[in-house]
């Protein structure tokens, strides 16, 4: 890998996809090659980040659904502005676990079934709030209902993972229909391998693009 050429780097997935434990290999993987980095999450990553990602996850929580997109962005906008470009301009490479594929995803197809006038208005925000887009990211390909089942053995359901499989379907098509417009950038990834292929075809991948 390019230890010269910092990277900023999403992880993406339906849940339970197996995202945490690939950027732990991943991210072992950068500091035995001496790569600098960070690792981060949204919603997240920064103090007020941190604070609106309780309350969107929180059961307790009632927000509607233009609601909702708005506080991913409002807490985006925070961690970008304050955690990533920092880093990035500091020579550091960022490995983020979700980023704007998520709220096309969740938002876009989980909430709002893929309305176009909807997704138009995630683009205009993107474009106009987002100033760095990842340079590379992996999404975990797996069936929706077995990250279910995955994540489904650790804790209590959040409130995104309260929602119906229907919900979680609708998702999953909104990471088909990121890769299908975004495939230079977004890299799939067969998630129902073992953690360290899965670390392996990451990797490879980086080394190809950096080749190209
Ligand atoms: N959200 C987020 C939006 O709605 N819009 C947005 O814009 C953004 C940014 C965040 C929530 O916010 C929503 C989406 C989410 O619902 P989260 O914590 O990031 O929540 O998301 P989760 O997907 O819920 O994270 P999880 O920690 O549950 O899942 P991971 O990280 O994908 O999975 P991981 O690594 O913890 O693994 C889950 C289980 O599977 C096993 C692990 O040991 C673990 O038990 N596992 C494997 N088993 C078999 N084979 C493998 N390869 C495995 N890898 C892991």
Known sequence: MNILSPKFISIEGTEGVGKTTAIDGFCQKLSSQGIAHIRTREPGGSKLAECLREILLSNKSDIDDDTELLLMFAARSDHVHKVILPALADGKWVVCDRFIDST????????????????????????????????????????????????????????????????????????????????HRIHRIHANQSPNDIVSDMIRHINQTDKS
Do not use: C, M
Not at 106 to 116: A, H, I
Not at 128 to 151: H, K, S
Not at 168 to 178: D, E, K, N, S, V
């Open 104 to 183: 096309v995803a969740y938002q876009g197809f989980g909430r709002y079934g893929g309305n176009p006038s909807k997704l138009a208005k995630i683009q205009y925000l993107i474009d106009g709030f987002v100033p760095r887009l990842p340079d590379v990211t992996f999404w975990l390909d797996l069936d929706p209902v077995i990250g279910i089942q995955r994540a489904g053995k650790r804790s209590v359901a959040d409130r995104f993972e309260s929602n119906d499989s229907s919900f979680f379907y609708r998702t999953y098509q909104g990471f088909i229909h990121q890769h299908q417009h975004h495939a």
